[in-house]
């Protein structure tokens, strides 16, 4: 599966932002699909991720109550809404995606995910 994520870009603190990752190659069902990003200078983390079913999700500590993960199977796209943008959000946003054989799971670990897209980058100032 390929993935091309997009929607990065500028904002201020407070803002929203909603990344786009299209997939192709592959349906999304029997994918764990996850958003991941890294900061200047520190390692990668896990932000969210979605059950091939779609009804289960997993978020961070950090960006609970502020981001949603999502998908839809007929464009075969995964999203994140981020709202209330903070400067610690500042980051490359990677969304991956990992197969399974059971719709009801979740990965946290980066390990997990063997396609990778290429990165989007948001920058959130104070």
């Known amino acids: 599966v390929q993935l091309q994520a997009s929607g990065g870009g500028s904002a201020q603190a407070g803002d929203s932002l909603r990344l786009s990752c299209a997939a192709s190659?592959?349906?999304?069902?029997?994918?764990?699909m996850g958003w991941f990003r890294q900061a200047p200078g520190k390692a990668r983390e896990f932000v969210a991720a979605?059950?091939?079913?779609?009804?289960?999700?997993r978020y961070v500590d950090s960006v609970k109550g502020r981001f949603t993960i999502s998908k839809d199977g007929a464009k075969n796209t995964l999203y994140l809404q981020m709202i209330s943008l903070k400067p610690e959000d500042t980051a490359v946003y990677y969304c991956?995606?990992?197969?399974?054989?059971?719709?009801?799971?979740?990965?946290?670990?980066?390990?997990?995910?063997?396609?990778w897209g290429q990165g989007t980058e948001v920058t959130v100032s104070s």
């Open positions: 991956a995606a990992g197969w399974t054989s059971s719709t009801r799971v979740i990965y946290t670990t980066s390990s997990q995910y063997k396609h």
């Open positions: 190659g592959a349906t999304l069902f029997h994918y764990v």
């Open positions: 979605v059950s091939g079913s779609g009804d289960i999700t």
